[in-house]
């Protein structure tokens, strides 16, 4: 698998769900595969500030070729405007396959908040 660093797509809006699909070209998350990403302000940050699960429902398969990567409000209320990275980790194999896949996903803060 090459790697892909993928920087459009929608923001992550503080306080709101944030959700997005990913579709790849070849059918490389099959039904038993498990997945994991952490969300940080950048690659170097030692601070986790969200992790993403299959097991903790916010990743998602969709089928063989699309995942769908799910930040509850809970987590983006947290965020601040700038942008935050993940990857991803194929968890069920020993040892963990990393995706090769890197996001950079831009944070806005939102007019309409706090409702």
């Not at 699909?21 to 940080?40: D, I, T």
């Not at 170097?44 to 299959?54: F, G, Q, R």
């Not at 991803?88 to 090769?100: E, K, S, Y």
Request: charged share 20%; no cysteine; hydrophobic share 45%.
């Amino acid at each position: 698998m090459t790697t892909a660093t993928l920087t459009e797509g929608p923001a992550v809006l503080v306080g709101y769900e944030y959700r997005l699909q990913l579709e790849a070209e070849s059918a490389v998350f099959p039904n038993e595969a498990r997945f994991a990403g952490q969300v940080r302000r950048n690659a170097n940050a030692e601070t986790v500030l969200a992790t993403l699960t299959s097991e903790g429902g916010t990743i998602l398969r969709r089928g063989d070729n699309t995942l769908e990567l799910i930040m509850p409000e809970t987590v983006t209320a947290e965020l601040t405007p700038g942008s935050v990275v993940l990857d991803l980790v194929r968890t069920d194999l020993a040892p963990p396959q990393h995706l090769n896949v890197f996001l950079e996903i831009p944070v806005l803060l939102p007019v309409t908040r706090g409702l």
